[in-house]
């Protein structure tokens, strides 16, 4: 998978590139809009993160520049702007996604996968991570052969991340996904339904699967 | 190309920017236009009086001479010597007033008159004869050939009672002095008038510029206040009632624009104070733990725990910076039909678990079904942010209760709960950005103290407001309404 990173602050470049890199990815930064307008047609990419505000010629002028010349390229817009009105431009400018500026790199990773995820894979109706099973068609989650006692919302909790195993959500996210709230907060509402969670599905047993990734959020994986 | 056939635009010529009439200049010349046409009018209406007191008296006398020569002729109509003598002796009875009196038949025949009227007023110039019924006979001005004024006076009257012949009586009376008179009146009266012109124009200038004068030291007031000196106030003393209002008006704008003022400060101060706190944590433990070589984990914990920090920093400057949005009135919301009881029962499970923790009950009541065209979103964090308030001031065993009702136009959210209260002297501020009712109380548990503010803003976005009362010991309810557009 290839990503070109177009963003002029040397900083945010450096660790983009760094992270992203780790996470298997190819990547390319530019660090004009004219350069990466160039790089961004002459080169095949998966993906375009853009800045808005670059040196020579803008992040939205870059995309309007691309879709015109045909190219369909995925866009995900990086930017300090917040407004509404920042956010409905980017979008009609044909970006996929748009992030506002300071964000968690884990909320930006799991935006790149669901953008690269959107060509439709079916999820399977059965999820294994060790030996945690979850039916998703019976709403049955059972581990060593256990069934698990779990609330509607545990279940969506604990499928959230096994389907995103290996990925650290963010507490936004969870409560994004879970329970339908959109908005930042200080609450550990989040960590209390996480900790509910653990008593059923990691305390009974040796092997923990569900991990805490301190200052980001949780993770859903089988570490030896 | 001949030039003559090609058009010539008038090119206009630039307008020159008017100047509107200071205020001293448009009421000086009223009061100019107004006062001088006063005194112009009375003195025009005594000189005129006077002039006609005058006439009045010169016919009044010129009427008994007519009527004494006219009971003379009925008297005895034969006495030729009489008449005449009466007649031609006349300017002898009143030697002050020069008097001409003539008698002439129908005819024209002259039957007396006073020596040397012909050279002086032919019969020729009375040419309004009177016939003798009136009270009194009205005569007008002739000059004569000699230069001097005469009221004269023709009456003809019937001398026998058949009415078959009559006489004309003409009289005259010099009354030149009369003239000199109302000519010196005249010169008095346009030097009267010249120092009236002086005198109001100037008089009016000045004393306008004294009551314009208290509106240019408020102009020269309001021009002198900036940000250092908003504590300045118009001094309202001795202004008059107009003035005073909009003395008044102009201080209590200062006074808002101070507190407006004071508050930023204050804020900006707190922002400083709160950025304070997590910086120096993040600074400190980085610094710790660069002193020495550490095991892969101390550096974890240390990444970590700014990681924390970070977070923190970042969710108080969104919330700044939805504070400083939802201020702008020009801010848009973006409005949906809302299911409230859904909404609710969403937030219910989202907190279910904080509350079982905190052993505190936590219900919900709203009708199922009920539609509100409100931000869905901001209704969220509000609602959210009142239930982990509640949440985090009700001991075990208390209870928290939501309510939602649609009264009128607004979605009323009433929060109780059973804590442990607000007390009085806070209640005013809980709305107040980063203000914490217990100081002592750690960041952590108390989060950024900007919660409350928030749900204030997002009742302002929606046009509605957010209340609160609180009795301490007993709990607290929070009502917060939203306006549905």
């Known amino acids: ?224 | 190309m001949s030039s003559k056939n090609a058009p010539n635009p008038e090119i206009p010529a630039p307008v020159p920017k008017k100047h509107p009439w200071s205020l001293a200049a448009r009421l000086t010349l009223w009061f100019f236009v107004t006062s001088f046409s006063l005194i112009l009018v009375a003195t025009g209406y005594l000189y005129l009086a006077l002039a006609k007191n005058l006439d009045r008296e010169d016919d009044h006398f010129l009427t008994d001479r007519a009527r004494g020569v006219l009971a003379l002729v009925r008297e005895r109509p034969t006495d030729q010597d009489a008449i005449r003598k009466q007649v031609v002796w006349a300017g002898a009875a009143h030697p002050e007033s020069v008097i001409y009196l003539r008698v002439i038949r129908e005819d024209g025949q002259v039957v007396a008159e006073t020596s040397g009227m012909g050279e002086v007023l032919p019969s020729s110039v009375f040419t309004q004869t009177q016939a003798d019924k009136s009270e009194e006979f009205s005569g007008h001005n002739h000059r004569s050939t000699n230069g001097r004024w005469f009221r004269v006076v023709a009456v003809r009257a019937s001398i026998d009672r058949t009415g078959a012949s009559a006489l004309v009586v003409q009289a005259a009376m010099d009354r030149s002095h009369e003239e000199e008179l109302l000519e010196d009146y005249r010169r008095n009266l346009w030097i009267v008038l010249g120092v009236a012109l002086i005198v109001c124009s100037l008089g009016g200038y000045f004393i306008i510029l004294k009551a314009v004068r208290p509106v240019q030291k408020i102009a020269a007031t309001a021009s002198r206040i900036r940000s250092s000196t908003l504590d300045e106030r118009i001094a309202v003393d001795g202004l008059p009632a107009e003035l005073r209002i909009l003395a008044d008006t102009f201080n209590e704008m200062l006074d808002r624009l101070e507190s407006s003022f004071d508050r930023l400060s204050q804020f900006s101060a707190d922002i400083a104070h709160e950025l304070r706190t997590p910086l120096n944590n993040l600074r400190g433990e980085a610094e710790v733990a660069l002193t020495r070589p550490r095991t892969l984990d101390e550096y974890r914990d240390v990444i970590g725990s700014s990681l924390e920090e970070f977070g923190k920093l970042s969710r108080m400057i969104d919330s700044l910076l939805f504070l400083a949005r939802a201020e702008n009135p020009a801010t848009q919301i973006n409005r949906e039909p809302v299911d409230v009881a859904a909404q609710l029962e969403l937030l219910r499970e989202y907190f279910e678990a904080a509350a079982d923790e905190a052993g505190v009950t936590l219900t919900m009541q709203g009708r199922p079904g009920w539609m509100a065209n409100i931000d869905r979103t901001l209704f969220q964090r509000a609602v959210s942010n009142l239930l982990s308030n509640a949440l985090r001031h009700t001991p075990t065993g208390g209870k928290v209760e939501v309510q939602a009702e649609i009264v009128a136009d607004e979605l009323v959210i009433h929060v109780t709960d059973t804590g442990e209260g607000i007390p009085a002297t806070m209640l005013p501020h809980i709305f107040d950005r980063f203000f914490r009712a217990d100081n002592s109380r750690s960041v952590n548990t108390a989060g950024t103290g900007l919660g409350l503010a928030i749900v204030k803003g997002i009742a302002q976005l929606h046009g509605g407001s957010v209340t609160v009362a609180s009795e301490p010991q007993h709990g607290t309810q929070f009502c917060l309404r939203l306006g549905l557009e």
């Open chain 1, 1 to 224: 998978m290839k990503i070109l990173v177009v963003e002029d602050e040397e900083k945010t470049a450096a660790y983009l590139r760094k992270g992203l890199t780790e996470q298997g990815f190819v990547v390319d930064v530019c660090d004009k809009g004219d350069d990466g307008l160039f790089t961004a047609r002459t080169a095949g990419y998966d993906l375009i993160i853009l800045d808005v505000m670059l040196p020579e010629r803008d992040g939205w002028s870059v995309l309007t520049e691309l879709r015109r010349g045909g190219n369909t390229t995925p866009a995900l817009y990086l930017t300090a702007r917040d407004t509404v009105q920042d956010r409905v431009k980017g979008l009609e400018l044909g970006a996929d996604d748009y992030l506002v500026k300071p964000f968690a790199f884990s909320e930006l990773l799991a935006r790149i996968r669901n953008i690269l995820r959107r060509s439709p894979s079916r999820h399977p109706d059965v999820l294994q991570v060790g030996d945690l099973e979850i039916d998703f068609i019976r709403h049955k989650a059972s581990r060593a052969d256990q069934r698990l006692d779990l609330t509607p919302k545990e279940f969506a909790l604990l499928s959230l991340l096994a389907r995103r195993q290996g990925e650290v959500l963010t507490r936004t996210l969870i409560a994004e996904q879970v329970w339908d709230m959109n908005f930042d907060s200080d609450t550990n509402v989040v960590d209390v339904h996480v900790r509910r969670l653990r008593s059923k599905v990691d305390d009974p047993f040796d092997k923990k699967l569900i991990h805490t990734v301190r200052g980001v959020g949780y993770v859903l994986e089988e570490r030896s």
